[in-house]
Each structure stands twice: as C-alpha cells, then as structure tokens.
C-alpha cells in the first residue's frame, strides 16, 4: 500500500512538471512573438534554424527586389543581339542546333523552323561594350551597373512549372517561395511590416496567370507568406478597423484573443495558433506604418521625373517600382513585382515593344534611385522571366509580325546591387543564340547565389518536413563566384 501511495505521489508530481513546463514552454514562445527582440538568433526553439547558425558568413546583400516579368521575355529582342539571325532569315533551322531537343505543343506540330532575327535594332553600351536592344533605352544608361547574364538555362518549358520553379525550386507546387525561405531564415528589419511584399502589375501583351502559390509559406509557418499590396484604396485587404471600433478597443480586443488562443496552444500544442497570434500583432503594427509607406504623393518632382508619370498611377509597373523602392528602405527583406504580358506567341515587334515601354524607365529608374540613396550596395534588384524564346518563328513565317515560342535551353537576365559585379556580361549563346556555349548558369546556381549574397549557404538553410530536409535548391546548384563583386 505504501508502495503504491509512493508511485502515485511521484506521478502525480511528474504531471505537475509536465503541466508547468508545457506552460513555461507556451510562455516563452508567445513571448518571442509578442516581442520579436526578447529572444535573438540563436536562442531559438526551431533546431533547424538553430543549427544552421544564420546568417552563415558576413552578407553583402541586406534585402532583394524581385521585377519578375511573367511570361518570359525575348532575349533576342532584348540583351542576347544575334546579327546571324538577320542574315539568315528565313532559312531553316539546322537540325545541328536543334539536335531534337523538346519543344511545346505550340510548335511540336510544326514542318518548318524558319529563323527570325530582331526587328528591332541593337547598339552596344558602357565599359563593358554590351549588346542592348533600342526597345530598352534606359536600361542601355544603366548598363555599367548591372550585371547581364546571358546564359541562364531551366528545365521546365510551360509557364506554370517554370515560374514556380523559380520562384520556389521545384516546378510542383505547395514549397515555400523565395521570400518565405528568407523571412524564415533572416526574419524581419522592421516589425511593423511584413518581411515579405508582393506587388501584382499587367501590361498591354498576351499576360499569364499568377497565383498565391508562387508567395506561399509551403510547409513554413504561415507567418512567413508574402503579404500581396493592391492598388485600391486599401492597400492591405481587412487591415483597416471596422467602423465603430477605436485604436484602443482594438489594443484590448487583441489582447484577450491573445489570451484565449495562448489557453488553446496549451491544450493542444498546435504552433501555427501562436502564428496566429504574431500575424494579428503585425497587423495591428500594420495599421499605422502602411498607410505611410504606400503613400508616393509626397515623392519629389525629381523622383517622379525619373520614374515616369505613371509612377503616381497606383498599380502600374511604374508605381510599384516606386513602391518597391520605399518597402525596401523601410527594411522589407523580400520584395516580389510580378508584371504580366510578354508572352508574345504573335505580333511580338508590336507587343513587345508595349511591354518595354511600360517597364525600361521604371526599373533603371529603381537603380539610380536606390544608387543616389546609398542603397544599391546593400539592395540586391533582379529582373527576368522564367525562360527564354525560340530563335524560329511560331506558326506563319513574318518578316515583321512574328511570334516566338518557349524556349527553356537559354535566356536573358540581370541584376545589380547587392555584392553583384556591375558592368559586366556574363555567359554566351551560341550565333543561332539556341544553345549556351559558355558559362551556363541553372535556375538552382541563380538561387544558390542569391542567398549567398545574403550570407546563406544555401545547403544549409533547410527545413525539416515528412521526414526529410529540404531547401530552396532542392539537391543541386551552386554559387556562381564570377558574378560577386
């Protein structure tokens, strides 16, 4: 009997451990979440992120703008010049070139792959004598501060799986995205904004779709998603308090639900209550620094001279770049523009040319704005599509109203800022500008790169998920070392 009392008391005190530990536990973490300061960087409880000791090396990058242009731009009409195109215009392309590689269903079908050059001139440009198309006037200014990398390659040849791919490493969806990985692994500048922004804009061409698929946390803490602006009234869907409630009621209100949903983790467990949590508290912190943030009115005469008219137009590419601008300075890790409208299957001289005009002023604009500022060094800008375009015409031969299909095996992109080598070309096509001859750079390599500008071994920024870890790499790429300055 006094056995059993014995082994009953030591269960008994066993339990209130357990009990007060879990509350112990639950305490610290709302308190890391409530205030993101109490605890720093490695006083932790993820082990992952605990373990790969971020940021791994001294970074030269602070925070990344993104000007992704969906639908895939022509790097022949743009920075990748091909004269042996013109002068062989119309002929077939050698199979020699081709040598069977995969095409689209667009052009899989087709008898003949006649070649088409650019129907729009080139001229060369800055120190580095590199080719620019005349569609891109303002960016030729530029072209001693950014780095034009002409040999990026990918996998995927439809719109969907490459964009994803980019955007997340895998061409399937459900993986965190770029900004998430670095909300996850950098965490926030600035508490009273999202790490992480998404900035939706549609030109005048044939656009492809985008989803929150592309900005989602994946397997990450949802606090980590992209946070999309809109160009309404609003800049933040729900963030505003409904009408009848004050700041203060909103304070209390908060903090009883904060109450309530601390009393549900200890019974339950579930981390992704204690996120919620941490996003009511950001939107709260929301509610004040949005509204200054988006607001471009106050701009000086000379910065809307330099970023175009439009700038002031909620929503146009022009805008958001002026936005991206201001998001980044205020310490918004992550910025992603997503401009729609270069997929130009047809009438690309004309509808590419519509596509240039809307977006060259505005991102060579961000340059120089971020330069004057002295925030260039530390602000890493990339701008690019998801692939590349057919040197042949898609469908009926035109001089000048083609179309060019997808073309994964090569295309353009740059970027600038951030630890990148300014004036410089790097990689090379081949003279029928179809397949790279020198210096390939993957879709894994570009991410692989991008984080190390950040101070991230990128096998090492890893999350652990049904039973293994993943990255943004997935299982390849690495650091292209002649693109750092």
Known sequence: MEKERLEGGLNENRRKFLSRLSLGLGSVALGSLLIPDLFKGKSTLDTDRLMANIPHFAPKAKRVIYLFQNGAPSQLESFDYKPMLNKRLGEELPESIRKGQRLTGMTSGQSSFPLVGSYHGFKQYGQSDAWVSDLFPYTAKIVDDICIVKSMHTEAINHDPALTFFQTGAQVGNRPSMGAWLSYGLGSENNNLPSFCVLLSRGKGNGQGVYSKLWTNGFLDSVHQGVQFSSGEEPVLYLNDPDGMSKSDRRRMLDKLADLNQMSYQQFGDPEINTKIQQYEMAYRMQTAVPEVTDLSKE????????GPECLVPGTYAANCLLARKLSENGVRFVQLYHQGWDQHGNLPNEMAMQAKDT?????ALITDLKQRGLLDETLVIWGGEFGRTNYCQGKFSEDNYGRDHHPRAFSMWMAGGGIKPGTVY?????????????????HDFQATMLHLLGIDHERLTFRHQGRRYRLTDVSGHVVNDLLA
């Open 300 to 307: 000086p005469d000379s910065i809307v001279k330099l970023y």
């Open 427 to 443: 990689g090379e096509t081949d003279e029928f500008g179809y397949n790279i001859v020198k210096d390939p750079v993957h879709v």
């Open 360 to 364: 060259d002023q505005a991102s060579a």
